[in-house]
């Protein structure tokens, strides 16, 4: 029952594409099918826990989502000081916050040697090798996405230096 619930939401999300695709859509850039690819791999996993329903993304959460990855877009880097985020926090915050947020995933903060606050990317888009897949196999571990309760996500994939990386986060 688990692989056929998983193969469904895979199929589905191969639907939709080769449906945009015929329509006539332009073809996904490479951060938006990387973004699809893991919603898809996300809504995948949660089939197997049968009792989470698939994760919706809601536009309004992915656009505050891509606020956050712009700042690292701009500095070109994946450590920003906060200093330099807190405008992208505000944003974020207006945006988010009549939201019930369960999790975030792939952004964090900590200290640099100075003490001063840095916002982090921690998550790196797995390739489409044995390694990329244990990689985000471990990542769909995190609590973000083992709630029952917590059904829309807004996400967002950036590429620096070459390497692109995601996070999102996963509201009731």
């Known amino acids: ?3 056929l619930a998983r ?13 945009l695709t015929a329509c006539g859509a332009a073809p996904l850039a490479p951060e938006q ?4 690819r893991l919603l898809g791999e996300i809504n995948s996993y949660r ?5 989470a329903a698939p994760l919706e993304e809601v536009k309004q ?12 877009r701009a500095a070109g880097k994946t ?9 992208a926090s505000k944003k974020w915050h207006s945006m988010t916050g009549n939201w019930t947020r369960c999790d975030t995933f792939g952004l964090g903060m900590k200290k640099d040697a100075s003490g001063e606050l840095i916002d982090i990317l921690l998550a790196k888009v ?6 990329g897949k244990a990689e985000l196999s471990e990542a769909l571990k995190h609590p973000a996405f083992n709630r029952s309760a917590c059904t829309k ?6 590429t620096i230096d070459g390497q692109m990386y995601w996070t999102c986060s996963v509201y009731s």
């Open 79 to 87: 450590k920003v000081p906060y200093s330099k985020a807190e405008e």
């Open 61 to 72: 959460l992915s656009d505050a989502e891509q606020i956050w990855v712009e700042q690292f």
């Open 47 to 51: 089939a197997t826990l049968e009792f």
């Open 126 to 131: 797995p390739a489409n090798t044995p390694e």
């Open 1 to 3: 029952m688990k692989k």
């Open 153 to 158: 996500i807004g996400i967002a994939v950036v």
């Open 33 to 36: 099918q990387a973004k699809q």
């Open 7 to 19: 193969l469904t939401a895979l199929l589905l999300t191969g639907a939709l594409l080769l449906a």
